[in-house]
Nanobody
Framework: QVQLVESGGGLVQAGGSLRLSCAASGRAFRPNVMGWYRQAPGKQRELVARIDSGGTTEYADSEKGRFTISRDNAKNTVYLQMNSLKPEDTAVYYC?????????????WGQGTQVTVSS
């Protein structure tokens, strides 16, 4: 079974930084794209950033220049460095990964980690 375990959320003042981590368990899991989504109260879940196994990245327009996504393929871990945080970045951040697990393609989600940015 594949599990995504997130860490690094918390409370930070506007202008501050946080680094989120997400480790995918399951030795047979071969993640293709790993990424981060977020969901603010009353809003739909939206893409923040994602990265494929070759290192190609994609960012939502509002995060370009402030957030950086990276991954360690040897550890099946993806990171999100968030700088210059704004109150509107407050949301639950979810890790997402897709890939092969024992030859079967699947899409997996973490349980989410709360990020709160105070003004």
């Amino acid at each position: 079974q594949v599990q995504l375990v997130e860490s690094g959320g918390g409370l930070v003042q506007a202008g501050g930084s946080l680094r989120l981590s997400c480790a995918a368990s399951g030795r047979a899991f071969r993640p293709n794209v790993m990424g981060w989504y977020r969901q603010a109260p009353g809003k739909q879940r939206e893409l923040v950033a994602r990265i494929d196994s070759g290192g190609t990245t994609e960012y939502a327009d509002s995060e370009k220049g402030r957030f950086t996504i990276s991954r360690d393929n040897a550890k099946n871990t993806v990171y999100l460095q968030m700088n210059s945080l704004k109150p509107e970045d407050t949301a639950v951040y979810y890790c997402n990964a897709n890939g092969l697990f024992f030859g079967t393609w699947g899409v997996y989600w973490g349980q989410g980690t709360q990020v709160t940015v105070s003004s």
